[in-house]
């Protein structure tokens, strides 16, 4: 089991740009999340998954899009970067019932 | 506003002492609360996850304790290891796959 697999590990886009960060369960969990971590800040939600095909919004989606075709991937699209985007980017898969959440390793995004 | 706030920010102790973590929430409905540490660069692992019903829980050297009335929970490291050094998160869950999360403590252990 490879877990909560997520790449790129690091990125730097200048304004303007978009990008797709990638993430990837083998789990065969239903549920999956993207976070942001910033300093001084708790995870905030970004967009969530309850399966293939379903997404809604979390706390900030502001600027971000997902997409769940398959079970295993829920790739996070950011439409047109900003600085203010700059941060540590982490996709997460829940074990059915909430019990146990699995996070990536993150991914280190600076915008300039 | 769900709220969840840990105290302190950051500590710094000697390997081999023992210390204790704060977490103060203003979650409701309460659901369960967890312990996560996250090393740097990596992402969060849980520790512990204690339902209202429990007041304490082990894992290995960590012990997290819970007062529902109080609404506090802490976590306590019995002789420290320098690869305790990291962050540790307090999450509370309101409900199934909804986690409010707190800011967290850093911690260092120095040899």
């Known amino acids: 089991n490879a877990g909560v697999t997520q790449t790129p590990k690091f990125q730097v886009l200048k304004t303007g740009q978009s990008m797709t960060l990638q993430c990837a369960q083998d789990?065969?969990?239903?549920?999956m999340s993207w976070y942001r971590q910033d300093p001084g800040m708790g995870l905030r939600l970004i967009h969530y998954s309850v399966g293939a095909g379903i997404t809604d919004q979390g706390e900030v989606p502001n600027g971000y899009n997902v997409s769940r075709s398959t079970t295993e991937d829920f790739p996070l699209r950011l439409l047109s970067a900003a600085p203010s985007q700059t941060s540590v980017y982490f996709c997460a898969s829940i074990s059915a019932g909430g019990e146990t959440q699995y996070f990536g390793p993150g991914t280190r995004l600076l915008v300039l | 506003k769900n709220q969840v706030e840990q105290s302190p920010q950051s500590l710094i102790i000697l390997e081999g002492k023992n210390c204790t973590l704060q977490?103060?929430?203003?979650?409701?409905?309460?659901?369960?609360l967890r312990w996560y540490k996250q090393d740097t660069g990596r992402g969060p692992v849980s520790l512990t996850i204690?339902?209202?019903?429990?007041n304490t829980k082990s894992n290995g050297r960590y012990t997290a304790t819970l007062d529902a009335d109080t609404k506090q929970s802490s976590l306590h490291i019995t002789a420290s290891q320098l690869s305790d050094s990291a962050s540790y998160i307090c999450v509370v869950t309101p409900g199934t796959y909804k986690y409010i999360f707190g800011t967290g403590t850093r911690l260092k252990v120095l040899a």
């Open positions: 204690m339902t209202f019903s429990e």
């Open positions: 789990m065969n969990h239903e549920y």
């Open positions: 977490c103060n929430y203003t979650v409701s409905p309460f659901s369960n």
